[in-house]
């Protein structure tokens, strides 16, 4: 069982590919190193965070709320391949995996450390989106971080409480 939803869980990250919001070519100009250092540090902490909340389902199977906002990791790294694909950039090679993402001893401490995760997550944000970005970067930034903010966090805390 815990190996058919882990299969279908990495399944989704094919079809979540599809949901990234749409806002048209980005212009080659708006291209600079530290747009695409960016890009590259939000698509990382997204591929992390999913990665370690696969790992919890993995351990632990079908548990809330990890099922839930796994999917939701997965629709944050979609979105943000889709900014790499509009300016013809190659979308990072996702470098983790459930071998090497922290394990928990049970669902209490995995609770906690996902709301610590997601803290930083919110932070990281918060750091980019006081820069100059380009439309449909702001966009994707300031959805997935009022996901975080408003569903993944607060689901964390009560579940580590």
Request: hydrophobic share 45%; glycine share 4%.
């Amino acid at each position: 069982m815990k190996r058919n939803l882990l299969a279908g869980m990495l399944a989704l990250v094919t079809t979540v590919a599809a949901c990234g919001e749409d806002t048209g070519v980005a212009p080659a100009t708006d291209l600079t190193p530290a747009l695409t250092a960016v890009l590259d540090t939000a698509i990382n902490d997204e591929y992390h965070a999913e990665y370690i909340y696969l790992r919890v389902l993995s351990d632990f199977g079908n548990v809330l709320p990890f099922f839930n906002v796994v999917v939701a990791e997965q629709r944050h790294s979609a979105s943000l391949a889709s900014l790499f694909e509009r300016r013809a950039l190659s979308t990072p090679a996702n470098r983790w995996n459930l071998d090497n993402v922290p394990r928990f001893a049970t669902i209490r401490t995995a609770c906690a450390a996902a709301a610590t995760a997601e803290m930083d997550n919110i932070a990281m944000y918060d750091r980019f989106l006081k820069l100059d970005l380009p439309p449909d970067v702001r966009s994707v930034l300031s959805n997935n971080r009022r996901a975080s903010v408003d569903r993944h966090l607060p689901a964390f805390q009560q579940c580590g409480g």
